[in-house]
């Protein structure tokens, strides 16, 4: 077996041949794509073969994908030119007779009003008419996500969100990189569709909590209306798109979106699922870096 992961000088994609490497897959038997490969370097030193991997540029896709058997496509980080970019990286795939593409999707993508939901399933649906198998991880919230408000919590002792009491069933971005790398092991993966959570929906006070836990110093949760949401974020220099964003994301969460608790994370990676205050504490970076 030879795996293509995309998207590996990011977070998820490099966590995803971290994962591989520990589960025993040979480190030639991985090839890392990336736009810029000198992020890639050290994976280059332990063996790991490395490649350019830019969606725009057929050939590097070509090559990259050349003699792979299955394609981790890591969905890519330039909101609203994704559906052309994966459409590439499907053709290439097909092209350089790929097996199999695992994709990272969206939590119900099919059926959601989840903002960001639109461009995944356009991907899971030309996954889907590629004629090729496929295994689709939708993906819930990184924990991760909230390392943000954990800053700026330092500073203010309180985590601000317009999402009332909902609740959201984050984990790890380690835990879904494990998820990854057992699907692209394991058997009886084809065909099937993953919806990826944390074990535990947690509400914004429990967030608090657990951002006082990893601060050392106490956080409230300060819940605030849409509209007093999104006129905090433009008074504090977001862009007014970016704070529209932000507050619909909300919206999505007070709508429940992101609460449900399947379990398919922890069953795929064989043990409970990060919790929240662990994985914060596990991703802090010194304020100064
Ligand atoms: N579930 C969640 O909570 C959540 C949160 C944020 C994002 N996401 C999604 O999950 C993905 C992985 O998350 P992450 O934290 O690893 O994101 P990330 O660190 O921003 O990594 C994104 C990766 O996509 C690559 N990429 C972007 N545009 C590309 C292009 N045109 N051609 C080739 N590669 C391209 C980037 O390569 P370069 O290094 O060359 O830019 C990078 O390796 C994101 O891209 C996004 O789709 C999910």
């Known amino acids: ?24 897959v040979a480190a030639e038997r991985i090839v890392a794509g990336g736009r810029r490969l000198d992020k890639l370097d050290d994976l280059s030193e332990r063996g790991v073969r490395v490649a350019r991997v830019d969606y725009s540029d057929e050939a590097s896709l070509a090559a990259a994908f050349a003699a792979a058997d299955t394609l981790v496509l890591v969905s890519g980080s330039e909101v609203g030119s994704r559906i052309g970019q994966h459409q590439a990286a499907v053709d290439a795939a097909r092209a350089a007779g790929i097996r199999r593409i695992v994709y990272t999707s969206a939590p119900h993508a099919d059926s959601t009003t989840l903002v ?93 909590e657990a951002a006082s836990e990893v601060l050392g110093t106490p956080v409230v949760y300060r819940s605030v209306t849409p509209e007093e949401h999104e006129a905090e974020l433009i008074a504090a220099g977001l862009p007014t798109g970016t704070a529209g964003f932000i507050v619909a994301l909300d919206g999505n969460i007070r709508d429940g979106l992101l609460a449900h608790t399947p379990g398919d994370l922890a069953r795929l990676i064989g043990r409970p699922t990060t919790p929240l205050a662990e994985a914060l504490g596990a991703a802090r970076v010194p304020a100064v870096a």
């Open 1 to 24: 077996m030879t795996v293509v992961v995309t998207g590996a000088t990011g977070h998820l994609g490099r966590l995803i041949v971290e994962s591989l490497l520990a589960r025993g």
């Open 116 to 208: 960001l939901a639109p461009e995944h399933i356009a991907t899971e649906n030309l996954i889907r008419e590629s004629g090729l198998a496929f295994t689709f991880l939708r993906n819930g919230w990184y924990s991760e996500n909230y390392l943000g408000a954990l800053y700026q919590a330092a500073t203010t002792g309180e985590i601000v969100a317009s999402v009332g009491d909902a609740r959201v069933a984050s984990a790890s971005r380690a835990d879904f990189a494990e998820a990854a790398a057992a699907v692209v092991i394991g058997d009886g993966h084809d065909g099937a569709v993953y919806e990826l959570t944390g074990d535990h929906a947690w509400d914004f006070a429990e967030l608090a």
